[in-house]
């Protein structure tokens, strides 16, 4: 089980940037598969980014050529820089790790992680 902690959340103005961190601990992070999550008020928790052990990455649509994912296996974190940001993006969150052999389909699902932190909040104004 790998223990996650998000950080790097805000209140920022539509058009700027955020980079949200995940530090992991507790076993090897480097054979996992990372993925970022978000869960606005009201709504169900939904896939953003996920980054394979061997660094490939997979966004979904309406972040893509604004965020992206990367990840430090030295420093057992992984990244979000979210570049442009719109008022649609504020939401929690989630980091979360899973099986790195997984499908794209499932690791675009929280089902395909079995350990998540605790969520960081962003907010975009207009």
């Known amino acids: 089980q790998l223990q996650l902690v998000e950080s790097g959340g805000g209140l920022v103005q539509a058009g700027d940037s955020l980079r949200l961190s995940c530090a992991a601990s507790?076993?090897?992070?480097?054979?996992?598969?990372m993925g970022w999550f978000r869960q606005a008020p009201g709504k169900e928790r939904e896939f953003v980014a996920f980054?394979?052990?061997?660094?490939?990455?997979y966004y979904t649509d309406s972040v893509k050529g604004r965020f992206t994912i990367s990840r430090d296996n030295a420093k057992n974190t992984v990244y979000l820089q979210m570049n442009s940001l719109k008022p649609e993006d504020t939401a929690v969150y989630y980091c979360?790790?899973?099986?790195?052999?997984?499908?794209?389909?499932?690791?675009?699902?929280?089902?395909?992680?079995?350990?998540w932190g605790q969520g960081t909040q962003v907010t975009v104004s207009s």
């Open positions: 980054i394979r052990s061997v660094g490939s990455t």
């Open positions: 979360a790790a899973g099986v790195t052999a997984q499908s794209l389909v499932v690791l675009t699902t929280t089902r395909g992680y079995g350990d």
């Open positions: 507790g076993r090897t992070f480097s054979g996992y598969a």
